[in-house]
């Protein structure tokens, strides 16, 4: 029988290999006294496994406060792997998750359990579609090929009119945008109704796309209580859209795989919160883990933060991300990274660099609006970045060769 | 024009004046160049706003490691409140939720940050039904009046077949218990199907109910995808069941309060998960705040562990759990707080002591089924250590006066 393979990096006061059991007995079929029923043919067929422990550090102070009984050092870091089998479960990503990712947390033997990765086996691709439209159907949609698809997100992030928006995307448009999204903030402000706002966006967009042959991709924020945000992507779909966005940790998967069902328009799915759930190196997930999760449910763009970003994340770990979402996934699952946060071309020798890709999609804020030549010039000079990057030249090099990348690099490059 | 606040305990190396300051400007229009459009006029109703900042300790070493060029202490820490307007985000909880608890977990600036509370206004209360039955509907469905509803959860957590599953329920019927649950990691396994277990276990709830009056109320966990769920509600009604359990961070809000809106059925919010969310001092959110959002949602029942559990919470954490249930939200919306954790019945004197409330769903595993009299005798012990807790007797004066909690005492006692 399959089986579904968790791997967790811990630290404990126990020995590691004790308080992997107490985690695969909690999380199968523990309670503090035997009970009747638990034989042992029912505990071989559905009890959680300990398949590997690999001892790591150890140290004196806890990641995390450990519970009563549980505060006196030293404390163990060692990498383990669990496993369950898909008979237990099933095809259900809800229970999936709590059952990787549930109580395991509040036991008071962990002063620190993060989920790093999952192992799924082969049968899901059976029972989940996965991203209608990946890499392969996001570039179709922009006719964007051999280049990072180029994004903007519109900003303020709140608080603009449906008006002031779609002129924002005609200009745009104007220069060369192959990507634009709501922020997550905005989905409907007092100001800008969903509705009004996508009538007023797709009306610049088909016309731009009728005189031009360019369809630019708008992202429009849906997140919302599940009948409104089917109500929303009709309209979508309606008005001609090609992306519905949606916040995925707050939305939550049973929304976010009835919209991925719908498989008409690509998902861009938001992090936002993502912090939370990993900012600390021994507490939450990783991920490689959170990734597939998505990607089963239907996903077809996720966000990785960027190369040098504005926030607390190495860029050992956006690397990391990226290179998880451009791994194949049962076979394929294609899903697109999103980078952002703070960029605005100067990462993009670093990003390739490292990733040596141009699957992604690459979004600049100010970096494309205050460029000094205005938005024209900053779309010119994130393809240029871009078109640097790949040939191999460093920040300064591609400065010289790139005019509007060599104004980037004047405003933006002390920062 | 309402406004939402929102807690947080904060840490940073920055004046928390200026720390609270970037998060109100990330949350609403910040970017890190002025762009067109920002207008003071939009920037005064959209903006969130610093409403307080109040200092507490100074520590060296940082809760949670910072982002680059904040890794140098001293580290302050401090409660601030933020607030926003009605006008940013409307009636949607998705959207509050990326609001309150997106991306500001990500600030380099922050090396802790915790959302306490929140407070939301008036107006929610057109907007949201909220619990269909709360803790009086509970109460009537059950016929419990006057002490806490006695519950208790089907073990082993996963592997027993319906039939099996029928003859606990049947067991545990003729014991007297008021509530029974699935466990979190079962939906569907392979030997049982959530269809088959739920005519294997109304079969012997309604032959009981005919018999003697006494409707048992059984949480079926229909924690699945969107439809899965809906369909399994119409199971659950059809059948004659009275609660419907869901695993509240593995499905999601949206799916969530789709569930809600039916208001046929009971929500039973398992909190699963939780400890990722809340476990680190100094990351995620508290609990006051995160059950707000599930009243909203239309959860009727939520878990809030148990004193001397057998988890890592503390009973200060237990304690403040139970009273923001308690606590009437937008003047109503009330909710039964599900204790549980290792409960046996000794823990009720401390329990009542400390929340001075009966108001609870009170749930014990091997305390009922392996009590020395057998089920019977386990909830009939749980009855009466509430009976010896509300009367005021410790432990030990209530294991004199009643037989079958003192033998519970013997049994558990020391644990």
Redesign the interface.
């Known amino acids: 029988m399959e089986r579904i393979v968790a791997r967790y990096y811990i630290e404990t006061p126990l020995q590691p290999e004790a308080a992997a059991a107490i985690l695969a007995g909690e999380?199968?079929?523990?309670?503090?006294?035997?009970?009747?029923?638990?034989t042992e043919e029912?505990?071989a067929?559905?009890a959680a496994r300990v398949e590997s422990v690999k001892h790591l550090e150890t140290v004196d102070i806890p990641a995390?406060?450990?519970?009563a009984g549980?505060q006196k050092g030293p404390f163990h870091r060692a990498a383990i792997e669990i496993s369950w089998?898909?008979?237990?479960?099933?095809y259900?990503?809800?229970?999936l998750?709590?059952?990787v990712?549930?109580?395991?947390?509040?036991?008071?033997a962990f002063t620190g359990l993060k989920l790093m990765d999952l192992e799924i086996p082969a049968s899901f691709a059976q029972h989940f579609a996965g991203p209608a439209f990946g890499i392969e159907g996001c570039r179709r949609l922009t006719g964007v090929q051999g280049r990072p698809l180029i994004g903007t997100i519109i900003?303020?992030?709140?608080?603009?009119t449906p008006r002031?928006t779609a002129e924002?995307v005609q200009t745009l448009a104007g220069a060369g945008i192959d990507f634009i999204k709501d922020d997550?903030?905005?989905?409907?402000?007092?100001?800008s109704s969903f509705e009004d706002r996508v009538t007023a966006v797709m009306k610049v967009i088909n016309d731009h796309a009728d005189k031009t042959g360019k369809k630019i991709m708008y992202a429009f924020?849906l997140?919302?209580?599940?009948?409104?945000?089917l109500r929303r992507y009709e309209t979508l779909v309606k008005a001609g859209a090609t992306c519905a966005m949606v916040?995925l940790?707050?939305?939550?998967?049973?929304?976010?795989?009835?919209l991925g069902d719908l498989r008409t328009l690509p998902i861009h799915g938001?992090r936002?919160?993502?912090?939370?759930?990993n900012?600390?190196?021994l507490?939450?997930?990783e991920f490689p883990a959170y990734q597939k999760i998505w990607r089963l449910a239907g996903v077809d763009q996720i966000h990785v933060?960027g190369i040098q970003n504005?926030?607390?994340?190495s860029d050992d770990s956006v690397v990391r991300s990226i290179e998880a979402c451009l791994t194949p996934f049962l076979g394929g699952y294609s899903i697109l990274p999103v980078v952002s946060?703070?960029q605005w071309g100067g990462q993009a020798p670093e990003t390739y660099r490292r990733t040596r890709t141009v699957d992604l999609l690459y979004m600049a804020?100010?970096g494309i609006?205050?460029h000094p030549d205005g938005p024209a010039g900053g779309v010119t000079a994130l393809r240029e970045a871009w078109q640097a990057a790949v040939e191999g030249l460093s920040v300064e090099e591609g400065a010289k060769k790139f005019p509007a990348f060599g104004k980037s690099v004047q405003k933006f490059g002390s920062?």
Request: charged content about 15%.
């Open positions: 999380q199968s079929s523990g309670t503090f006294v035997a009970v009747p029923g638990e029912l505990k067929r559905f995390i406060p450990g519970g549980f089998s898909i008979e237990n479960c099933g259900n990503l809800p229970v998750i709590s059952t990712q549930g109580n395991l947390y509040e036991l008071s900003k303020p992030s709140i608080g603009m002031q924002l997550e903030l905005l989905s409907a402000a007092a100001n924020n997140s919302a209580e599940m009948d409104t945000m916040s940790n707050s939305v939550g998967l049973s929304g976010v795989k009835k938001h936002n919160g993502w912090g939370m759930l900012r600390h190196p507490l939450g997930i933060n504005k926030f607390w994340e946060s703070g804020g100010g609006m205050a920062k």
